[in-house]
């Protein structure tokens, strides 16, 4: 699935979540499966979660890290493949 | 030997990274669970130097705490919201309160369910409102003077997710029944934002109150360190004014030297400090167990037997102490079925006889 750079990342209603020591706990309430996303993890969620696009939130993780756009983009595909396979998030057509 | 290394760890005692090298990590972190101090444990340890196997082994024994309560809350939040839909003032105390006021996350507070308080006329409609949203009520002994709660739960595919402890008193030893009346709890009750804008819990030094009485009412005068912890944390952070209420209610309610011994236990163990103001108000200084009945629970031997006569005791008239009395012997039949022959066709007569025999070892056995 290519990087979804104009839609909107939006948690499912069956997630809830906690950040614990900087960390982020993700609980699907449905499977009542649980993960946990470290630091940066959490800084990418954060970002993901609550920009109006995967682009904006690509340019706000790129103001906050030392890393080149192109493998910004490969890891925050990778995650959004992952939190969607997982029931975590849905992405919403921009 | 790991109560003191809790404590220490709690207290943030320098050292106590080295000593739980060198301690017994399965027998420390069990001790620690069985106390109710893991949540609280592992996340003091993540912000100290910790030896890496050791952190590794407290943080997955933890790790579950988390999960648990995110979806604790969520539930939780579903009831409050459809019980002040259905016009029920609820309020939730002890540790499900706790965790959200005075605890810096609410899965440092490990509980089994979550308490709430609600007026007596109001039970039915609160039994309505959790079974609508899928609780199933626990079988238990029914009778308007044997007990003052019942309890709820809520199951997805054989696994417990949610229990519901659902009082329309404060305790169920008559003695405390009424140590706080819902109307009184709900007068000064306090919002908590996090469980939405219909949650309530009560005020510092009603929760401190009960905080006190509650491990001596309830739990035989059991000194869980989680439930000292709590008296620790609501004494920490109270007011003047707040334990000026704290004490003319204990000493009104004739409690003093329960909430006394809670205290020194906080003292004894967290360090807690009781204020000038406190410590030397006669009413504390001098609360004398002998002129207060409610001292007598301060017993971890205490036999049951003793608690229903303590309970006949405090009972203003005979007509409740025969009830009483009829309530315990012989429950309705089909509680009797489902307890005590829930796949057999035993004459009830048999099973009344069955839980009168056992029932009187239980009531005179000491604890």
């Excluded at chain 2, 003052?148 to 405390?176: C, M, S």
């Excluded at chain 2, 971890?300 to 009972?315: E, G, I, M, N, V």
Aim: hydrophobic letters at 45%.
């Amino acid at each position: 699935m290519p990087l979804p750079l104009a839609d909107r990342i939006v948690p499912s209603d069956a997630v809830v979540t906690r950040v614990v020591n900087g960390a982020t706990v993700l609980l699907n309430t449905d499977t009542g499966r649980y993960f946990t996303l470290d630091e940066i993890g959490s800084q990418a969620w954060a970002a993901l979660t609550s920009s109006p696009t995967v682009h904006d939130a690509c340019d706000r993780l790129l103001a906050e890290f030392d890393v080149d756009r192109a493998e910004l983009e490969r890891d925050i595909e990778a995650l959004i493949a992952r939190l969607t396979e997982q029931g975590l998030v849905e992405v919403a057509r921009g | 030997l790991s109560i003191d290394l809790i404590t220490a760890i709690v207290r943030g005692v320098p050292g106590c990274a080295d000593r739980l090298v060198r301690t017994d990590l399965a027998a420390f972190l069990n001790a620690a669970k069985q106390q109710g101090m893991l949540p609280v444990i592992a996340d003091r340890l993540s912000s100290v130097t910790v030896d890496s196997g050791v952190a590794t082994a407290v943080q997955a024994e933890a790790s579950g705490f988390v999960a648990a309560d995110l979806y604790r809350e969520r539930e939780l939040r579903r009831v409050l919201d459809a019980l002040a839909a259905r016009g029920v003032r609820a309020v939730v105390f002890k540790g499900a309160a706790l965790a959200y006021t005075h605890y810096a996350r609410p899965d440092l507070r490990p509980r089994d369910d979550s308490d709430l308080l609600v007026p007596p006329e109001a039970r039915a409609t609160a039994h309505h409102t959790l079974v609508g949203l899928g609780y199933r009520p626990h079988q238990h002994v029914t009778g308007d003077l044997v007990s003052y709660q019942a309890i709820y739960e809520k199951t997805q595919n054989g696994v417990v997710l949610h229990v519901v402890d659902l009082h329309w008193r404060v305790a169920n030893p008559q003695l405390f029944a009424d140590a706080l009346s819902f109307e009184e709890i709900d007068a000064a009750a306090q919002p908590i934002a996090t469980l939405g804008s219909s949650a309530r819990g009560p005020s510092a030094p009603h929760a401190l109150f009960l905080a006190c009485v509650h491990r001596v009412a309830h739990h035989r005068d059991e000194k869980l360190l989680m439930w000292i912890y709590d008296i620790h944390l609501l004494a920490s952070r109270m007011t003047a004014g707040e334990w000026a209420v704290f004490l003319d209610l204990a000493a009104r309610r004739k409690m003093m030297a329960i909430c006394r011994q809670g205290l020194a236990l906080s003292a004894e163990h967290f360090g807690t400090a009781v204020p000038p103001q406190v410590a030397e108000d006669s009413r504390y200084a001098h609360a004398d167990a002998r002129e207060e009945p409610s001292a007598a629970f301060m017993n971890r031997d205490r036999a049951q037997l003793s608690t229903f006569l303590s309970d006949l005791q405090a009972l203003a008239s005979w007509s409740d102490r025969g009830r009483l009395l009829k309530q315990h012997l012989c429950p309705p039949p089909a509680y009797m079925r489902q307890v005590y022959a829930p796949s057999s066709r035993a004459p009830l007569p048999a099973l009344y006889m069955w839980r009168a025999v056992r029932g009187a070892w239980r009531w005179i056995a000491r604890a």
